[in-house]
T-cell receptor, first 114, second 113 residues
Framework: NAGVTQTPKFRILKIGQSMTLQCTQD?????MYWYRQDPGMGLKLIYY???????DKGEVPNGYNVSRSTTEDFPLRLELAAPSQTSVYFC?????????????FGQGTRLTVV | KQEVTQIPAALSVPEGENLVLNCSFT??????LQWFRQDPGKGLTSLLL?????REQTSGRLNASLDKSSGRSTLYIAASQPGDSATYLC????????????FGEGTQLTVNP
């Protein structure tokens, strides 16, 4: 039972570098999300997707991009890393059917930008 | 804009005590509410999901209630144990399209032996 899998678990980036955070789910969920969590804070939504080929911005999308070419995968791209993007990133997925909308989260990617 | 508040921000109790964590939200037009547990350095584990038409959900020593009209939910933990020490987060899902979750900032619980 893999659920939601994120890679890598940890990463250190230099300012201006780029990287892609990978997220895949094996539950055939149509909804997928990217959140970031800063120390002592709740989770802020970066981007989300309601199905393959459809993405939309959340609360804090600046500096990030996403794509959803398949149901399973929802990668998050950082183009020009900045210290303000130091955070823990969580990917999540869920169904959109009534009674089955429980959200499942990955274990997170801890990113430090120096 | 939906805002979710959790009180208290931190709570320390002796083992065996019954306790209540509070979650309030500003927009009552929610689809459902979900309680999560987060251990230090770990991801989120779903504890309970309450649909907007439900009043409460129970799982073992956990009971979550929902009063949609007043914008409140509580998580009741019976007979607390040191293993319950973690941060507890509540999140509400909007009724409108997108099905996004809005999170509170969490309550950090410490249960002392």
């Amino acid at each position: 039972n893999a659920g939601v899998t994120q890679t890598p678990k940890f990463r250190i980036l230099k300012i201006g570098q780029s990287m892609t955070l990978q997220c895949t789910q094996d539950m055939n969920h149509n909804y997928m999300y990217w959140y970031r969590q800063d120390p002592g804070m709740g989770l802020k939504l970066i981007y989300y997707s309601v199905g393959a080929g459809i993405t939309d911005k959340g609360e804090v999308p600046n500096g990030y991009n996403v794509s959803r070419s398949t149901t399973e995968d929802f990668p998050l791209r950082l183009e020009l890393a900045a210290p303000s993007q130091t955070s823990v990133y969580f990917c999540a997925s869920s169904y959109s059917v009534w009674g089955s909308t429980e959200a499942f989260f990955g274990q997170g990617t801890r990113l430090t930008v120096v | 804009k939906q805002e979710v508040t959790q009180i208290p921000a931190a709570l320390s109790v002796p083992e065996g005590e019954n306790l209540v964590l509070n979650c309030s939200f500003t927009d009552s037009a929610i689809y459902n509410l979900q309680w999560f547990r987060q251990d230090p350095g770990k991801g989120l584990t779903s504890l309970l999901l309450i649909q907007s038409s439900q009043r409460e959900q129970t799982s073992g020593r956990l009971n979550a209630s929902l009063d949609k009209s007043s914008g409140r939910s509580t998580l009741y933990i019976a007979a607390s144990q040191p293993g319950d020490s973690a941060t507890y987060l509540c999140a509400v899902r909007r009724e409108t399209s997108g099905s996004r979750l809005t999170f509170g900032e969490g309550t950090q619980l410490t249960v002392n032996p």
